[in-house]
C-alpha cells in the first residue's frame, strides 16, 4: 500500500510538472492491474494490442492525411472562392462566407486546427481587405474552425465511439444536425455584427467561373459523406477514399502540388499521430479496468442519490464538460471521461449518440477557452496577434455557441433526426 502510494504521489507530481498523459496513463493501467486486480504487466500489454487492433482506428491517420493534402494543395482556397461569390451581395457576406468555408472544408479534414490554418490563412487577409476588423476577423475564423470536430467526419466522434461502444456511422449522422445549427447562428451573428462596408454585387457568371473551378472540392464532402450514409463503404473505407480523392484532385486535376510537400504532409502527419495514439491505446486499457471493477456503474449508483432528474443532470453535465474543456485537450477528456459519463447519461434517459454529440460540442467550445483552448493559440500565431485580443475577439462567438450547446443538448432531435 505504501508503494502505491508513493507511485501515486509520484504521478500527480508529473501531471503538475507536464509530463506527458500517455506516460501517466500507462502508469496508471500497470498500477491498477499489479496492486489491484493481482494481475501481470503482461495483462497490460495484452490490453494495449486489443485496443490497437481495431479497424476504424485506421480512419483517424487516413482522414488527418487527407486534410494536410488539402491545406498544402489548392481544395481550400476554391472552397473559399465558391463560398465569397456565392455569399457576394448579402451585407455582411465575407463574414458568412468565412464560415460556410470552414463547414465545407471541416466536412473533409475532420480537424478543428486543420480547418482553421487552411482557411483562415487564406481568409482572413480577404476580410481584412473587406473592411473588417481584426478583432472580427479572428473571431469569425477562430470560432468558424471548431466546426471541424462537430460536422462529420470528426476524429473526435471516433475517438468516442471506441471509448463509449456506440456506431461511428450514427454519430456521423448525429452531427449533421448540430453542424447546420452552428452554421446558421455564426452566419446569423456575422450578418448582425456586419460593418458598415460597401457591399459587393452577386454576380452570376463570377459564382458560375468558381463553381465550374471548385467542382472537385465540392464533391469531396459528398462523396465521403454520401458513401458512409448510403453504406456504399464504412467510415475507414471513406478514410482511404478521401486520401485517393485528394491525390487525384490535387496532383492530376489542380497539378499544384509539389513532390515535395507531399512528403512533407506525410511527415507532419506522423508527427501529429504518433503520441495520440499511444494516449488512445493506454486509456483503453485503463478502460478496461474500470469496467472489471465497475467503476462507471459505482459512479452511476452514487450520482443517482444526488441528481434526480434528466434536466438537472444535463444541466450539470454541461457545466462540468466546460470547465473540463478549459484545462484538458479534447482528446484526453474524451479517453478519460467517455467512458464514465456516458452509461450515467444513459441512466438518465439520454441517447449515447446525442450525448456524444453534447460531449463533442462542449469540447469543441474548449477550443476556444483558456488556458489550453489550441484554436486560441492557432489564431494567434497564424493572425499574428496577441493571445489576449484573440481571446477577446471570440467572447461574442462564444455567447453564440453556448446558445447552440443548449439548444442541442435539450432539443434531442437535432442530433437524432439523421439517425
Not at 126 to 136: C, I, N, T
Not at 157 to 174: N, Q, R, T
Not at 284 to 310: A, C, Y
Request: charged share 10%; with cysteine; hydrophobic share 60%.
Amino acid at each position: 500500500m505504501a508503494t502505491s502510494l508513493l507511485i501515486g504521489l509520484a504521478l500527480v507530481v508529473s501531471l503538475l510538472l507536464g509530463l506527458p498523459l500517455f506516460v501517466i496513463m500507462g502508469a496508471l493501467a500497470g498500477i491498477c492491474y499489479i496492486n489491484v486486480s493481482g494481475e501481470t504487466l503482461s495483462v497490460v500489454v495484452g490490453d494495449i494490442f486489443y485496443a490497437a487492433d481495431k479497424e476504424i482506428l485506421l480512419a483517424i491517420p487516413l482522414f488527418v492525411l487527407a486534410g494536410q493534402i488539402m491545406t498544402k494543395g489548392s481544395i481550400s482556397k476554391r472552397l473559399i472562392n465558391v463560398a465569397r461569390s456565392l455569399t457576394a451581395g448579402i451585407p455582411g457576406g465575407m463574414g458568412v462566407a468565412a464560415i460556410l468555408s470552414c463547414a465545407v472544408f471541416a466536412a473533409i479534414s475532420g480537424s478543428s486546427p486543420v480547418t482553421l490554418i487552411a482557411i483562415g490563412s487564406l481568409m482572413y487577409p480577404a476580410l481584412l481587405e473587406a473592411g473588417y476588423s481584426k478583432k472580427l476577423s479572428a473571431g469569425v475564423l477562430a470560432t468558424g474552425g471548431t466546426l471541424g470536430i462537430i460536422i462529420p467526419p470528426s476524429i473526435p466522434m471516433i475517438i468516442f465511439a471506441i471509448m463509449a461502444g456506440v456506431s461511428v456511422v450514427d454519430l456521423f449522422k448525429a452531427g449533421i444536425g448540430p453542424g447546420i445549427l452552428l452554421v446558421i447562428l455564426l452566419s446569423g451573428y456575422m450578418l448582425y455584427a456586419r460593418p458598415k462596408i460597401h457591399t459587393t454585387r452577386f454576380e452570376l457568371k463570377l459564382f458560375l467561373q468558381d463553381l465550374r473551378r471548385g467542382v472537385f472540392s465540392l464533391l469531396m464532402p459528398l462523396i465521403i459523406l454520401g458513401g458512409i450514409y448510403s453504406g456504399f463503404f464504412t467510415a475507414t473505407e471513406s478514410a482511404a477514399v478521401a486520401v485517393l480523392y485528394a491525390v487525384v484532385v490535387e496532383f492530376l486535376i489542380h497539378r499544384e502540388l509539389r513532390f515535395s510537400e507531399f512528403l512533407a504532409v506525410f511527415r507532419e502527419t506522423a508527427e501529429m499521430l504518433g503520441m495520440l495514439f499511444l494516449i488512445l491505446i493506454l486509456a483503453v486499457s485503463l478502460n478496461k479496468f474500470m469496467t472489471f471493477e465497475q467503476i462507471p456503474q459505482q459512479m452511476v449508483d452514487w450520482m443517482s442519490g444526488l441528481i434526480s432528474s434528466k434536466i438537472t443532470f444535463l444541466l450539470a453535465v454541461n457545466l462540468l464538460l466546460l470547465i473540463v474543456g478549459c484545462f484538458m485537450d479534447i482528446m484526453s477528456a474524451i479517453l478519460v471521461l467517455a467512458p464514465i459519463l456516458t452509461p450515467m447519461a444513459v441512466h438518465y434517459g439520454v441517447d449515447p449518440v446525442h450525448f456524444g454529440i453534447i460531449m463533442i460540442v462542449n469540447l469543441e467550445i474548449g477550443y476556444l477557452t483558456p488556458p489550453i483552448g489550441i484554436n486560441l493559440f492557432v489564431a494567434s500565431g497564424i493572425f499574428k496577434q496577441p493571445l489576449v485580443d484573440v481571446i477577446r475577439a471570440v467572447l461574442p462567438f462564444l455567447v453564440v455557441m453556448l446558445v447552440g450547446l443548449m439548444i442541442i443538448s435539450f432539443i434531442p432531435m437535432i442530433s437524432l433526426v439523421f439517425v
